[in-house]
Each structure stands twice: as C-alpha cells, then as structure tokens.
C-alpha cells in the first residue's frame, strides 16, 4: 500500500485562502507566513502548503482543518477563505469529436 506524501488531520480539507498582495514581502514568504502563523510551525506550514497564486489572484491553496480555517480568516491581510471544489464537466450525447 502507498503512502500519502501529505498526512491530513482527520477533517481536513483542500482551501484557497485569497490575501492581500504583499507590499515588501515575495508571495511565497507572505504566504508561507500566514500559514506559519496558524498551523503553528514553518515546518507544518510546508507540508500544508499546495500552491502559492501570483498572477491571477493573490493567494495560495492549503489543507486546512475548520478550526485553522477559522483562524487563518481572523489574518491580517486575508481576504477570503473557501473550500476547493473539483467540478466535472458534462459530456451527454452531444459530444464534439
């Protein structure tokens, strides 16, 4: 059996957390900041840590427990924080070839 690259607490769940963008600080810094400041740890931060946004929003994606999604929308500097959602697009019998 395969072992997951990421150990998730047992309700945790994919977020994207939009902030701010950051004024003297890379993205990425900024990012793995806040995160630092809610998991507890640098350390904890980069196992959480999926992808850090620079072009097209400003924010990154982590997998948060509730609780740390509480915390993280408490941030100075976060904007919003929402659940990932894959989403499955339709292919009826119409289908383009």
Partial sequence: MAESARPAAPSSAVH????EL???EEPEAYHMRLLSNVVGSEEMAKEALLYSYKN???G???TLTPEQVTEMSKQPGVL???RSRTLQ???GPGRLH
């Fill in 80 to 82: 919003q924080v929402v």
């Fill in 89 to 91: 697009l339709h292919s």
């Fill in 16 to 19: 994207i957390i939009y902030t």
């Fill in 56 to 58: 097209a929003a400003s």
């Fill in 60 to 62: 990154f994606s982590a």
């Fill in 22 to 24: 950051p004024q003297d």
